[in-house]
């Protein structure tokens, strides 16, 4: 076994420990070396090695790129989602700073993350919207990730998504190539945690208008993907959404380093 292995299973049990040895239903979390081996949880794995090799130092090459992320907190305060004893606006305040220490921890392999949280909390919600689209044009940024969480009358919706950008043309449309990568790569790896929605990527449409009907999307400049982290609405969604906070944004801080991977 190597030493990043060895580390990550340290680190697991450390965690499985500190969790009271549960995982959010309540099952008994494996030891570290059983988890570490499984095949079957083999992304969970894989963040834990990659928070252990930077735990350990691995070297970074002489030439390592640094990838500036805006993280976009979805509405201001107490002006998004707002059910079951929950605030859309407070998830993603809890989301975006463990998504943010994650992104920061990786320095792995070719490149790192600079990552800057977008929140305007005391404004409405439209101004926190034009805010947050100049905030982001006007910073450097390879890649923005606004962060939510959906709800619905029907208490059985359930499940992750991610959402880019699409241009509607005369005879068809276009979808932005990188913005649909970055929010495929984030789907494969949050969706499989948060099951539930049968389009787990998706273009959301202004149909009237014949528009990406989501102005985050539309109006920033970089690829960017809107991610529906689950259901406020669902008792199941929302306890996973809070118990298994880490894992789900760790899902998302795999799915960043896995576009920048594959479209440097
Ligand atoms: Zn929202």
Redesign the pocket.
Known sequence: MNNIDQKAIELYDIYTVAVGGKAWDGAPLPCGKDFISDPTKQKQADGWRAVAAHVLGVAAPAEQRTYRIAIDI??ANGT??RTNNAD?HEE?VHNAAVLKSILESYQVDRFRFKVDIIDFPAETNTRDLNKTIKAINAGDYHAAVSL???SSSNVNARGAHCCYHRTYLADGYADSPRGKALASAIAARLCPIMPGRASKVQARPDRERNLSGLAILRETKMPTA?V?VGFLSNNEDLKRIRALRYELMQAVALGIATYFYENP
């Open positions: 979805g509405h998004g989602t859309e993603a939510h969480c959906d809107l529906e």
